[in-house]
């Protein structure tokens, strides 16, 4: 198995990395002196297809393995999917809503400073609302 996953991740640094400059590309492939032909390409891709078509029958274990896994990740994505969406979908007010009340009481309350709440109102809200009302301001003559 960790031959396979160090497979993968070289294949991926592989594909990631930057690619050379069309004259370097030309010029390896000429100091190969090996060209196959478009049709020779074509061919091969082909016969991988129906050989990777084959393996199953050849292998069925290896198969199943892959099966396997392949249903895993796919559930392991669709929960953590389903997950993430009704976190992002949540109208409430937060995990204080999702606790039975015994356990809100108990639970730590996030303190910033636009929530704190001022012990005493002396000196606060001491206006009538006739107060908040602008002075009356006659013509200009």
Same mark, same amino acid.
């Given at each position: 198995?960790?031959?396979l996953?160090?497979?993968?991740?070289?294949?991926?640094?592989?594909? $990631?990395?930057?690619?050379?400059?069309?004259?370097?590309?030309?010029k #390896?492939? #000429?100091?190969?002196?090996?060209?196959?032909?478009?049709?020779?390409? $074509?061919? !091969?891709?082909g016969?991988?297809?129906?050989?990777?078509g084959q393996? &199953? $029958?050849?292998?069925?274990?290896? &198969?199943?393995?892959?099966? *396997?896994? #392949?249903?895993?990740?796919? !559930?392991?994505?669709? *929960?953590? !999917?389903?997950? =993430? *969406?009704?976190?992002?979908?949540?109208?409430?007010?937060?995990?204080? !809503?999702?606790?039975?009340?015994?356990?809100?009481?108990?639970?730590?309350?996030?303190?910033?400073?636009s929530?704190?709440?001022? #012990?005493?109102?002396?000196?606060?809200?001491t $206006?009538?609302?006739?107060?908040? =009302?602008?002075?009356?301001?006659?013509?200009?003559?």
């Amino acid at each position: 198995m960790r031959i396979l996953r160090a497979a993968f991740f070289l294949s991926v640094i592989a594909v $990631l990395a930057p690619s050379p400059p069309e004259s370097e590309v030309e010029k #390896a492939l #000429a100091e190969s002196k090996i060209v196959p032909a478009d049709f020779e390409l $074509l061919a !091969a891709a082909g016969n991988t297809v129906s050989d990777l078509g084959q393996f &199953c $029958l050849r292998q069925p274990e290896v &198969c199943l393995t892959a099966n *396997y896994m #392949a249903a895993r990740i796919e !559930a392991k994505a669709k *929960y953590s !999917a389903r997950l =993430l *969406y009704e976190w992002a979908s949540d109208t409430s007010t937060g995990e204080m !809503a999702r606790l039975p009340a015994a356990d809100q009481a108990e639970a730590d309350q996030l303190t910033t400073g636009s929530t704190v709440k001022i #012990a005493s109102s002396e000196g606060r809200g001491t $206006l009538k609302p006739e107060d908040r =009302l602008p002075d009356w301001r006659g013509q200009k003559i």
